[in-house]
């Protein structure tokens, strides 16, 4: 009986393309993939070290296979990911049952590092930075898909520096992929039948600027729009100081392009966002907008936002609330901060008291809720375009799919249409997806 791995990954998409690697690197050394921790010889975590006490966090979960370690000596556990980039060796130490430790460059050596637990039973790590020629040569390759959206990896790494994010230093700095790479890439995805593909990146508008000669971001979107076979297109992460009028301009000429932009904001005080290190002014943001608007006006926006950043006053946290009533945002991901280490940030002094955090943090919630709600209800009647993704877990005849605006929607319909656009005329909306029914 061949060997089984138990992977669970924890969060960005960049973990989750990552994931697909490892499921395929481990399938390629005999391991075949579980759902039952319990039956495992491997257990991997992917994990994510952005927020909180992500270390603590995954100790804690690690916890939970230690009563198996020890009915199965020969169980090997490993942590790849930003904690794991974040920790290095030092995570053996404090962790007596986990056997392998490998960073966000080193997954390629997956195979190799599995042997050598399985020959020797010796404990080791990987977590080198690698150098960029080698970066280049390893970018995730996707192919032979059977579902009808991707994710494609289109740059790696940040050089942003933003004073409270972990990103960069577990990470590594901004590289871009060849675009011709990614191009032949998403044509063979086309050829495999994806109908939809989400170009991503920590920062993907930053796509190609430190490559002499290579199509900056709105090009490359461009040139992916003209793929045949491919029928819708998003991106994500943007961040609003790299969003240039030509990319702003694609909303308005690529018709395949979703009208919804992930535009994190983080901040509504300019003194906040100076601190943060986000490189634009609430002024400058309000012109990205606007000029969205402008080329595209049912662009649905959603964000990031982060309340309590060290310093922050109740003037400055009121001004993130006036802009969250202004801009309406569609989905708003809020954050109460948590200081990671080694970042600038870390090191501000921080008088805040936690009580009045926290009740920033609430009011800021409560806001936002009813504005989704009120978005998502106004949806109701209206007849939207939905690539359909699969057959639902609603039932018999159920299939699910999203709309431009990123939102999924329920419907009855024959398995025909799945890969298909379809007009879906929406009755309901619930809290995270809605329901309708297929208009011919
Ligand atoms: N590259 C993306 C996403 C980065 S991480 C971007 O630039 O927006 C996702 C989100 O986590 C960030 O947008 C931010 O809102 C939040 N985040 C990052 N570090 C954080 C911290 N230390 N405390 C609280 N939230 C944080
Ligand atoms: Fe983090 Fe800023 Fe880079 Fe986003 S842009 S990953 S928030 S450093
Ligand atoms: Fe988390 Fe690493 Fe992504 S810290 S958000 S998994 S890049």
Redesign the pocket.
């Known amino acids: 009986m061949s060997k089984q791995f138990y992977l669970e990954t924890f969060g960005c998409q960049m973990n989750v393309v990552d994931s697909e690697r490892i499921v395929v690197l481990l399938e390629e050394i005999g391991y075949r993939q579980t759902d039952r921790a319990e039956d495992a010889d491997l257990i991997l975590l992917n994990t994510c070290s952005v927020r909180d006490k992500a270390e603590r966090k995954v100790i804690g979960h690690l916890g939970r296979f230690k009563p198996l370690k020890e009915k199965n000596p020969g169980l090997i556990v490993a942590v790849g990911g930003c904690v794991a980039q974040q920790e290095g060796a030092a995570f053996l130490k404090k962790i007596p049952h986990l056997d392998l430790v490998f960073g966000t460059h080193n997954i390629h050596k997956l195979p190799e590092l599995v042997r050598r637990v399985e020959e020797n039973r010796e404990r080791c790590h990987e977590v080198e930075f690698l150098d960029r020629e080698t970066r280049l040569r390893l970018f995730p390759q996707r192919s032979g898909s059977e579902s009808v959206t991707r994710f494609v990896t289109v740059m790696q790494g940040?050089d942003?520096?933003?004073s409270y994010?972990i990103?960069?230093h577990v990470r590594g700095r901004e590289v871009s992929r060849p675009s011709g790479e990614i191009l032949e890439e998403i044509r063979q995805l086309a050829a495999d039948g994806v109908r939809e593909v989400t170009l991503i990146g920590?920062?993907v508008n930053s796509y190609g600027a430190r490559d002499a000669g290579e199509k900056s971001f709105a090009e490359l979107l461009r040139a992916v729009h003209r793929v045949d076979g491919i029928e819708r297109i998003r991106f994500t992460?943007s961040?609003p100081k790299d969003l240039s009028d030509q990319l702003i301009d694609c909303f308005g000429e690529c018709g395949k392009l979703a009208h919804h932009l992930h535009l994190?904001l983080q901040a509504g005080s300019d003194r906040v966002l100076r601190m943060m290190n986000r490189g634009y002014t609430v002024a400058d943001y309000l012109g990205r907008v606007e000029r969205l608007k402008t080329v595209c006006p049912d662009i649905r926006l959603t964000t990031d936002l982060i309340v309590g950043f060290p310093g922050e006053t109740e003037e400055d946290f009121l001004g993130t609330l006036r802009l969250v009533e202004t801009l309406r945002y569609s989905d708003a991901y809020t954050f109460l901060y948590s200081p990671r280490p080694g970042t600038a940030a870390a090191e501000l002094p921080d008088d805040t008291p936690r009580e009045v955090r926290q009740e920033r943090f609430e009011r800021l919630l409560k806001l936002q809720n009813r504005i989704s709600e009120e978005a998502w209800q106004e949806d109701v009647g209206k007849t939207l375009e939905v690539l359909v993704e699969g057959t639902s877990r609603q039932g018999e005849g159920q299939l699910f799919g999203r709309s431009s605006w990123n939102r999924i929607v329920n419907f009855s319909g024959p398995t025909e249409l799945v890969g298909r656009m379809v007009q879906v005329r929406v009755t309901r909306s619930l809290r995270n997806s809605q329901v309708g029914e297929r208009v011919d």
Do not use: G
């Open positions: 940040c942003n520096f933003c994010c990103v960069p920590q920062n992460t961040h994190p």
